[in-house]
């Protein structure tokens, strides 16, 4: 997937996001850290160009959910980046921005962090990558690109586009 | 009668110096030195040293009082294991050993488990509680020829005085010896709530300290004392550089005082107290880099008399604590031999007077131990390897206790075997009761 | 690092890295403190001791606050409650804890060294709450996460630590915490209130605190005990307060260097009643920043996995 597509496939989810919720009044972007913060800023950049709107119209904001892992004491955990929600998400529209969907367990704990911060309308989810192999009951509402993987491959979204390479890595096999 | 004795092969070392010979024991006695000697039991001791039974002027039996730290039967197998064949038992039992009452108990009781002497120091005052004066003629007439409150310096300069006057005035209870006020110099008003030396390490730790001149002062007041009265006075466990200059001065003086210093004072320094383990809360405290080098010194010029164990029993119940709530105190008897030949640069003769006659003059009780290694002596010996190694385990003692500041250290210089009375009461570095 | 270590005794154990990873962590948790429902279910499972030996309000309330908002269990043992007045030893007292199940043991203790020895006998981590007047990791913590807050990075920053150095385990800790991130540290008291050995630590000593007090970003003043004029260290308190104490003289002297204090303060000993309520006066931020501070030493000790693995870190 190159550069373009990606550019290509936030203009869509964008659209998507504004077909769905009538607008974009009571939308915040939320980026997950650390992947996640790039695609919500794109999303609501396109999203106030669509709308004409002034840039900043939507409001972004970030969420560590390390916190809120279920995996602690299988593996290291250490908080990643600093949480910046910027509205009081009580009766807003949260769209959660992600740059993989995998085994949903990050999702999971980032709606449990989203819940301490107040009590939203509604929450989506907007993923750049879909790679499959969920673990919890948790779907996209919006999605870049569906991705099917291995469970040994890696996703890499970066500024090039996305890559599937190999987890012993960068695509290289020894 | 007991079975003979002769230890073949090694090196005699006393006080006229060294030289190699058999020794034959038999009834108690040395009966003769020689060569091509034998015995109803044989001791190959080549490469090995025989000497004098060492003397300890300063153990804490802790018996009777505290038994489950030590008794006087386990604190006397940790002698023998030590090279010891007597040793001065501290009066801070409790009751405290200031009645001939108690004076009684504890020489029967070491009689009873007959490994080594032991002789019962007495407090000075009533109680080691500085006030009144013990019965000393009393307690002399039973044999002690040793009075302290150790544990605790005499405070009051007047109670030192009249004490050092009293038993200057008993020797003829004595047969002629001198009575000794040894003393545990510390002035408590400067000393009180100290954990540790005064310094770089309690300022870093946050502990409050024991300063060297509440040792020095102590020290400085009693060689005043001694001048005006002629008394007595031994110097416990000098553990500062400045006390160590003031005795040489008042030697030098002609003054009649002498001085011991421990194995862990010449061994062990504050900063170890780093570690927050009580093993190595002890009073005095363990000092500076620059008091190792002074005691040392002190050691070799003769300044002081003789090396002491202070040795200290502490359950482990009663040292798994703070470094502020534990009891000061660590064992001694065990390790002196090895740490004084691991860790002074003295030749094995001085080592051995340093443990043996000196001490035994200081304690009066020289006709049975530090003598002479010749026909018709008390067969009070030690024979020892000082080239051996072996590791410090506390768990290995005979003490009742473990609080040994030197565990798992590889220390050179070993016990092979006690002859007490004539008798093996240690052989091959284990003892025999 | 701290990563590595399962204990938090002493800020002589961390380096200036450790810091800046505890400083970072503790922003995060202080994110945590903001949110309407200010709780997360990091340490959910865990549970913690509380060993004090010494009466301390303020520290157990901001541990036990910082606890609750990682939603770890707890269980107090304090002295006055407990079997310590019937002689049993602190080992005997330990291990009774622990065989009940904790991981983590927050120690307080008027002994220096105490939770030394109780990380000697236990698994669990051990946090030192304060020992004698050996040190108090946690309040430097906060009192670093305060000041840089205001003052950003403390190199070359000039702190004063002001009075009762000598009893003091926060001029201990705050002396080494200081130097560590870079400041420049002057201690200010009289020598019957200062230790009488400064081999090794990286500070100035003055007796004269009008002498630096021009120069100061920070004047770090310390509790001054009422009793200490009954051991002849001060004539009087009102002596110690017009020499050392921050008065309304020199509190303007200072500018707007920060004035901070670890609590509970002497009004009229060790600082003037009305300076405390000035605006450069940060006292109740550092009680703030404390919960965050302890939220983050749970964390790291207790939650984040992180240890030694083959005598190397696990990779994060």
């Known amino acids: 997937m190159s550069a373009d597509d990606v550019s290509r496939a936030i203009r869509r989810m964008a659209h998507?996001?504004?077909?769905?919720?009538?607008?974009?009044?009571?939308?915040?972007i939320i980026g997950m850290q650390t992947g996640g913060v790039d695609l919500a800023q794109r999303l609501a950049a396109d999203i106030s160009t669509i709308e004409e709107a002034e840039a900043g119209s939507v409001p972004v904001g970030t969420l560590d959910a390390t916190m809120h892992r279920d995996d602690f004491g299988l593996r290291p955990v250490m908080p990643e980046a600093l949480t910046e929600i910027p509205v009081d998400p009580t009766g807003k529209v949260i769209v959660l921005a992600d740059d993989v969907l995998y085994t949903g367990r990050t999702v999971r704990a980032a709606l449990d962090a989203i819940h301490s911060y107040g009590r939203p309308r509604a929450i989506q989810l907007a993923v750049m990558v879909d790679r499959g192999h969920?673990?919890?009951?948790?779907?996209p509402d919006y999605v870049g690109k569906n991705l099917p993987t291995r469970k040994d491959e890696i996703v890499d979204v970066n500024d090039e586009g996305v890559d599937l390479g190999d987890l012993l890595g960068e695509g290289d096999i020894t | 009668m007991s079975p003979t004795i002769a230890i073949t092969g090694a090196q005699l070392v006393d006080e006229s110096g060294t030289r190699e010979a058999d020794v034959l024991i038999a009834d108690g006695r040395i009966v003769d030195v020689g060569s091509g000697l034998a015995g109803d039991i044989n001791v190959a001791a080549n490469g090995q040293v025989v000497a004098p039974g060492f003397v300890d002027l300063h153990a804490h039996l802790r018996e009777p009082g505290d038994e489950e730290a030590e008794t006087i039967e386990t604190g006397a197998r940790g002698a023998a294991l030590g090279g010891y064949t007597a040793v001065v038992a501290m009066p801070n039992t409790s009751p405290a050993i200031d009645s001939a009452a108690v004076v009684a108990q504890v020489i029967e009781l070491a009689a009873a488990a007959n490994l080594c002497d032991v002789h019962p120091s007495a407090a000075i005052t009533i109680g080691r509680a500085g006030e009144q004066l013990a019965p000393m003629a009393e307690l002399v007439r039973l044999g002690v020829r040793i009075f302290t409150d150790d544990g605790a310096g005499v405070q009051n300069e007047r109670i030192m005085r009249s004490a050092l006057e009293y038993a200057g005035s008993l020797s003829h209870l004595a047969d002629g010896a001198p009575i000794v006020l040894a003393q545990h110099c510390e002035i408590e008003s400067l000393s009180r709530g100290g954990l540790m030396h005064e310094g770089a390490w309690s300022s870093r730790l946050g502990m409050p300290g024991q300063p060297a001149e509440a040792e020095e002062l102590m020290i400085m007041r009693d060689i005043a004392l001694a001048r005006l009265t002629g008394g007595r006075v031994h110097f416990q466990h000098v553990s500062t550089a400045g006390g160590v200059a003031m005795v040489r001065a008042a030697k030098e003086a002609g003054l009649p005082v002498s001085a011991e210093a421990t194995t862990h004072h010449f061994t062990l320094d504050h900063s170890v107290c780093a570690s927050f383990d009580s093993v190595f809360k002890v009073h005095p405290p363990l000092r500076t880099a620059v008091d190792i080098v002074a005691i040392k010194d002190g050691l070799a010029d003769g300044t002081i008399d003789a090396i002491a164990t202070d040795h200290a029993p502490h359950t482990s119940h009663a040292k798994d604590a703070t470094f502020a709530d534990a009891p000061p105190g660590m064992l001694g008897l065990e390790t002196a031999f090895a740490l004084a030949n691991t860790e002074l640069d003295l030749p094995l003769e001085e080592i051995v007077a340093l443990m043996s006659w000196r001490p035994a003059r200081i304690a009066g009780i020289d006709t049975r131990h530090g003598r002479p290694i010749a026909a018709g002596e008390?067969?009070?010996?030690?024979v020892l390897d000082p080239e051996a190694t072996w590791t410090v385990r506390g768990s290995a003692m005979a003490s009742r206790s473990a609080n040994t500041p030197y565990e798992g250290r590889e220390l050179r210089g070993a016990v092979r075997h006690t002859i007490y009375n004539g008798e093996l009461v240690v052989q091959e570095g284990t003892a025999t009761r | 690092m701290i990563g590595g270590e399962r204990h938090l005794l002493s800020m002589a154990d961390l380096d200036r890295d450790d810091i800046e990873q505890l400083m970072s962590l503790t922003a995060s948790f202080a994110e945590v403190g903001e949110r309407?429902?200010?709780k997360v279910p990091a340490l959910r499972g865990k549970t913690i001791a509380w060993l004090f030996y010494e009466d301390s309000t303020r520290t157990r309330l901001s541990f036990e606050t910082a606890a609750k908002r990682l939603s770890a269990d707890t269980m107090n043992f304090s002295v006055s409650s407990s079997s310590v007045n019937k002689g049993e030893s602190l080992r005997d007292t330990v291990e009774t804890i622990t065989a009940m199940g904790v991981d983590g043991i927050v120690v307080r203790h008027r002994a220096a060294g105490a939770p030394s020895r109780v990380?000697?006998?236990?698994?669990?981590?051990?946090i030192n709450a304060g020992d004698g007047w050996h040190q108090h990791p946690t309040q430097s913590l906060l009192d670093?996460?305060?000041?840089?807050?205001?003052?950003?990075?403390?190199?070359g920053k000039h702190v004063a630590i002001v009075g009762d150095i000598k009893h003091s385990r926060v001029a201990r800790s705050n002396a080494l915490a200081f130097a560590t991130m870079g400041a420049q540290v002057t201690l200010v008291a009289p020598k019957t209130l200062l230790p009488t050995h400064f081999e090794g630590w990286p500070v100035?000593?003055?007796?004269?605190?009008?002498?630096?007090?021009?120069?100061?970003?920070?004047?770090?003043?310390?509790?001054?005990?009422?009793?200490?004029?009954?051991?002849?260290?001060?004539?009087?308190?009102?002596e110690f307060h017009t020499e050392f104490g921050l008065?309304?003289?020199?509190?303007?002297?200072l500018g707007d260097a920060l004035i901070m204090h670890p609590g509970p303060m002497n009004r009229g000993v060790e600082i003037a009643g009305e300076v405390a309520d000035r605006p450069n006066a940060v006292i109740t931020e550092q009680v703030a920043n404390g919960v965050s501070v302890r939220m983050a030493v749970l964390f790291l000790l207790l939650g984040s996995g992180l240890d030694l693995v083959d005598g190397r870190r696990a990779a994060a």
């Open chain 3, 119 to 126: 990380a000697e006998w236990v698994d669990a981590s051990v």
């Open chain 3, 247 to 253: 008065d309304v003289r020199r509190a303007d002297r």
């Open chain 3, 144 to 155: 670093l996460y305060t000041a840089r807050e205001h003052l950003g990075d403390l190199d």
């Open chain 3, 204 to 238: 100035n000593v003055t007796h004269n605190l009008d002498e630096v007090i021009d120069d100061l970003d920070i004047c770090y003043l310390l509790r001054m005990q009422l009793e200490r004029q009954a051991d002849a260290v001060v004539p009087s308190l009102r």
């Open chain 1, 16 to 28: 998507e996001i504004l077909e769905r919720n009538h607008g974009a009044d009571d939308v915040v």
């Open chain 3, 36 to 38: 309407s429902i200010p």
């Open chain 1, 134 to 139: 969920r673990e919890l009951p948790i779907r």
């Open chain 2, 378 to 382: 008390p067969a009070n010996l030690v």
